[in-house]
């Protein structure tokens, strides 16, 4: 394994155990058993540290979806799919950062600046299934990009009480009927 994927691997579960704002580059230096100019070497600051690890998150959860994706189904089902793999892994990664949890209502900033990309990745994976529906006729959207947005948009409306830890919360039966509102509006007639 090479040193920088070494030390990611290791900040990762000191996120998880600590938090971001209770971790230090020593504690991260520690569980990588590395010295602190070997962590420096690689990232100039935690908050870089921290970036790349929510960055190799982010990348793993985006091959999941493109998977899901390339399935040979029916848009509408694979819309539908989507939503629930996507709210799947959300909440796994929530549930491994449970530590992070406080720290992600003091550091939204940092957390929506590193989501700006995958947002738009994400943008680009719902449009590829409302032309693919367009296409094959089962979807009417006018403009994909924006419909596409506005469902990345709804989607991470169920994130928040995820990340924030709120007990016995399931997004699944609230999925169902989003998909069917959103059905009624982009279903060919």
């Given at each position: ?76 089902e694979k819309l539908k799919t989507y939503m629930f ?21 003091g550091n939204l900033g940092i957390i929506e600046n ?76």
């Amino acid at each position: 394994m090479k040193t920088k994927e070494h030390i990611l691997k290791a900040a990762r579960g000191v996120f998880t155990r600590f938090g971001f704002n209770k971790s230090s580059m020593a504690d991260i230096a520690f569980a990588a058993k590395k010295g602190r100019r070997t962590i420096y070497t690689h990232f100039a600051t935690k908050e870089d540290v921290f970036r790349a690890v929510i960055d190799r998150e982010v990348k793993a959860l985006v091959k999941k979806l493109e998977m899901v994706c390339s399935q040979d189904i029916p848009p509408d089902e694979k819309l539908k799919t989507y939503m629930f793999a996507r709210m799947g892994a959300v909440r796994e990664l929530t549930v491994y950062y449970d530590a992070l949890r406080q720290d992600m209502i003091g550091n939204l900033g940092i957390i929506e600046n590193l989501r700006e990309e995958y947002d738009e990745i994400e943008v680009g994976l719902i449009q590829g299934i409302l032309d693919e529906g367009n296409i094959r006729g089962v979807f009417a959207v006018e403009d994909t990009r924006l419909v596409a947005g506005a469902i990345v948009m709804a989607a991470k409306g169920f994130e928040l009480p995820i990340f924030t830890g709120r007990k016995g919360y399931d997004h699944r039966p609230m999925i169902e009927p989003l998909i069917e509102i959103l059905y009624k509006g982009i279903r060919k007639q």
